[in-house]
């Protein structure tokens, strides 16, 4: 009776307290977590529409100084498969992207010491000039706070640059887990907690849409995910009326293959299908105020994205026509227009595709 009556609220679009989180996550049966994040996915999307979107994955450059122990991308200035993406080398795989009836350049990649803010501001301007249509969806919360510091700016500012120069919305990257334990573990040269919620509150208040992320299933608590949760509610509630805030929430388990947090501390992924199944639905039962749940077909593969659409997901992603970071470290199931929106179909739901602020596109 306890787990209904905090579903209950939860339903009524209520907002559950951490410790009601940490009850449901680690006690709850999942069919009832699933049951009522079905309903709750059900009054924010009574159409039976599940979205997807054509995009292309382009990393600026591998060259990185955070070297975070579960990222097998980055690369040191020196090494010798070290690279920053040419303008020749953007124009191909654009008009690649256009040929497939992609708009949507999802740009990011590593901190590169050696480049500033007039190196993506140049970046932007030359892309959207040549590319009228293309929508840049580019770098995030990491990248902003290691331009300020380099640049001396505040995050706003550094921001307001980048939106000047064509910046249509800002990713979720670098979120993890929004623990500083874990952050001091696995990123500890990355932005902090503070400062990857403090450049999102930012982007909310210039209305940048923005999406948020979790990469779960290594060294965190349910508890620090549930915490995860609540930090993300907490600053969707604080954005002005009328701004965009978070579009989304995308959680995605950790893959180990190749990484050094595997290779020297053994860790490996430890969400399975039933757990990422739990996840997905005791997000959408805490994050009533984010109107959309990605699942991440890209790295659980059809079944499991399917079952989460039952489960409070309302969102399939990206054919991702190009992916380097991920694949790096462990196996993902790419798919095509036809069929994604025919796993969408099979799961019972009509396929939609959208733009990156979750809108029909032709």
């Known amino acids: 009776m306890e787990f ?6 939860a339903l009524k679009m209520e907002p559950i307290s951490f410790e009601e989180g940490i009850l449901l996550y ?29 995009d292309r994955n382009v990393n600026i450059t591998n060259i990185c100084f955070s070297q975070c122990s579960f990222c097998n991308f980055c690369r040191r200035k020196n090494s010798d498969d070290a690279y920053i993406t040419t303008i020749e080398q953007y124009r191909e795989k654009i008009d690649q992207l256009f040929a497939l009836g992609g708009k949507q350049l999802l740009l990011q990649g590593g901190m590169n010491p050696e480049l500033g803010l007039v190196f993506y501001k140049n970046l932007f301007t030359l892309l959207k000039n040549e590319y009228p249509a293309l929508k840049l969806h580019a770098l995030g919360p990491p990248e902003i706070v290691y331009l300020a510091r380099k640049e001396g ?42 400062e990857w919620l403090e450049v999102m509150r930012e982007a909310h208040k210039l209305n940048l849409p923005t999406s948020a992320t979790m990469m779960a299933g290594h060294i965190e608590t349910r508890e620090e995910r549930v915490m995860h949760l609540i930090k993300l509610r907490d600053l969707q509630s604080e954005k002005p009326e009328g701004s965009y805030g978070f579009i989304t929430f995308i959680p995605w388990p950790f893959q180990h293959k190749n990484t050094l947090l595997y290779k020297y501390s053994g860790v490996m992924n430890n969400i399975d299908g039933p757990e990422y199944i739990r996840l997905i639905a005791i997000s959408r039962i805490i994050l009533n105020n984010i109107p959309n749940i990605q699942a991440s077909l890209l790295t659980v593969g059809k079944e499991i994205a399917m079952m989460s659409l039952h489960s409070g997901a309302n969102d399939l992603g990206s054919i991702m026509i190009e992916e380097n970071v991920i694949s790096g470290a462990g196996d993902i199931h790419i798919f095509d227009s036809d069929t994604i929106c025919s796993i969408i179909k099979e799961a019972g739901f009509t396929s939609v595709k959208r733009n990156q602020k979750y809108e029909p596109e032709n």
């Open 153 to 194: 700016l505040t995050f706003r500012e550094v921001l307001l640059e980048l939106i000047n120069a064509g910046l249509d919305s800002l990713p979720g990257a670098g979120a993890e887990i929004l623990s500083e334990r874990v952050r001091k573990n696995i990123s500890p040269a990355k932005a902090t907690v503070d």
């Open 26 to 54: 680690n006690h709850a049966p999942s069919s009832l977590l699933m049951f009522y994040a079905d309903q709750i996915r059900k009054r924010l999307h009574p159409d039976n529409k599940v979205g997807w979107i054509i």
């Open 4 to 9: 209904e009556n905090i579903l209950n609220r």
